[in-house]
């Protein structure tokens, strides 16, 4: 399993509740563009409609820009595919105040492409502080530990 895109301002900016699996709907030259660790998930969220979900502003590039037709847009939404009692559970918890659904990952499995999200609540601004005591801590901790050896 290769993992193509990450979101690594995810566990920073957000507390993680729980995670689904999703494939997705894509070209074939945005699959190639993938496959060469182009794109972003930075800034891109799930939304739900009615019975369908999508990824919404995710960005990914075209692999050969120049044989790529002209109405191509990186960022268009994308239709996920998930099993149809995940998404009537994710239709009613988005509902829930301060709840949202985002990308954590793109990897393969097997020949497809897949996409880790989750369902996220934000953190606050003391609780990104305590991260950062966190890890700085981890941090010293381990420095500690390889001077002692």
Do not use: C, W
């Not at 690594?8 to 496959?35: C, Q």
């Not at 502003?57 to 990186?74: E, L, V």
């Not at 009613?92 to 996409?115: D, H, R």
């Amino acid at each position: 399993m290769t993992t193509y895109l990450k979101n690594k301002h995810a566990t920073f900016n957000y507390e993680i509740l729980d995670r689904y699996e999703a494939g997705i709907v894509l070209h074939g030259y945005e699959v190639k563009s993938i496959k060469k660790n182009h794109g972003s998930l930075k800034e891109a969220y799930i939304t739900t409609d009615g019975d369908e979900v999508f990824l919404i502003k995710a960005h990914i590039p075209a692999y050969q820009p120049a044989n790529t037709p002209d109405s191509f847009d990186p960022y268009r939404r994308r239709k996920l595919l998930l099993h149809k009692h995940e998404i009537v559970k994710l239709h009613a918890t988005l509902n829930e105040q301060g709840l949202t659904i985002i990308p954590i990952s793109m990897y393969n499995k097997g020949n497809t492409i897949k996409l880790q999200i989750a369902l996220v609540r934000g953190k606050k601004k003391h609780d990104k502080r305590e991260t950062i005591k966190k890890r700085d801590a981890d941090r010293d901790m381990r420095r500690i530990m390889k001077e002692v050896r």
